[in-house]
C-alpha cells in the first residue's frame, strides 16, 4: 500500500512538471504568434493605405514620417506582453507545489512506536494490532487524498494561468491594433493635407 502512495505521489509530480512545461511551451507560441500578428497588422495597415493613396512621393512620405512612431508603439507593447507572460509563468512556478515530500523514516517511525504500545498492553494485542493496522490504513488513505487533491489544485491554477497568458496576448492585440488604426489615421490625414 505505501509503494503505492510513493507511486502516486511520484507520478503526480511527474504530471505537474509536464503540464508546467506544457505551458511554457504554449506561452512561447503565443507570444510568436504575437509577435507574427503585429508585423501583419502594420503592413496591412500600410498596404491599405498604399491601396487607397497610391504609392506616390506623399504617401511614402507620410508613412515613414510615422514609421518609427508604430514601430516604437509595436515594440512597447509587445515588451508589455512579454513581461506579462513572463509574470504568468513566475507565478505558474511559484503557485504549483509539485514538491510532495513522503518521508519513509517518519512513517516508519510511528508504525512502530503504535506496535512498540501493542507489545507493551499484554492484555488484548490482536485488538491492539488491529487498530494499528486501521490506523495506518486511514493514514494512507488520507495521505492519497491529499496528493489527489494537490494534483488538481495544480491542474485548476495552471489552466487559470494559461487563461491568463492567453488574455495578455488578447489585450495586447486589442491594443495593438487600437494604436495602429490611430497612426493610420494620422498618415491619412497626412496625405489629405499635403
Known amino acids: 500500500m505505501w509503494n503505492a502512495i510513493k507511486n502516486l505521489a511520484e507520478d503526480t509530480m511527474k504530471k505537474i512538471k509536464v503540464w508546467i512545461e506544457q505551458v511554457k511551451v504554449k506561452a512561447d507560441r503565443i507570444l510568436q504568434e504575437f509577435e507574427k500578428r503585429l508585423r501583419e497588422l502594420k503592413s496591412k495597415a500600410i498596404a491599405i493605405i498604399q491601396n487607397m493613396f497610391g504609392d506616390n512621393g506623399i504617401v511614402k512620405k507620410c508613412i515613414q ?4 512612431k508604430i514601430d516604437s508603439i509595436l515594440k512597447r507593447i509587445l515588451s508589455g506582453i512579454n513581461s506579462c507572460i513572463s509574470d504568468k509563468i ?3 512556478q511559484k503557485q ?3 514538491q ?8 516508519m517511525l510511528k508504525i512502530e512506536a503504535k506496535l512498540n504500545k501493542c507489545q507493551e498492553k499484554k ?3 490482536e485488538n491492539c494490532l488491529l487498530g494499528v493496522r486501521k490506523e495506518i490504513a486511514e493514514e494512507t488513505n488520507e495521505m492519497e487524498n491529499e496528493i489527489l487533491k494537490r494534483r488538481v489544485e495544480s491542474r485548476n491554477i ?6 491568463a497568458i492567453v488574455s495578455c ?5 486589442i491594443e495593438a ?3 495602429v488604426t490611430n497612426v493610420t489615421l494620422e498618415i491619412i490625414n497626412c496625405i489629405v493635407e499635403s
Open 123 to 125: 492484555e488484548e494485542p
Open 169 to 173: 496576448s488578447t489585450q495586447g492585440l
Open 90 to 92: 513566475n507565478q505558474l
Open 65 to 68: 514620417k510615422q514609421n518609427e
Open 100 to 107: 510532495i515530500i513522503l518521508d519513509d523514516t517518519d512513517i
Open 158 to 163: 495552471i489552466d487559470d494561468i494559461l487563461d
Open 96 to 98: 504549483t507545489n509539485y
Open 177 to 179: 491594433s487600437s494604436n
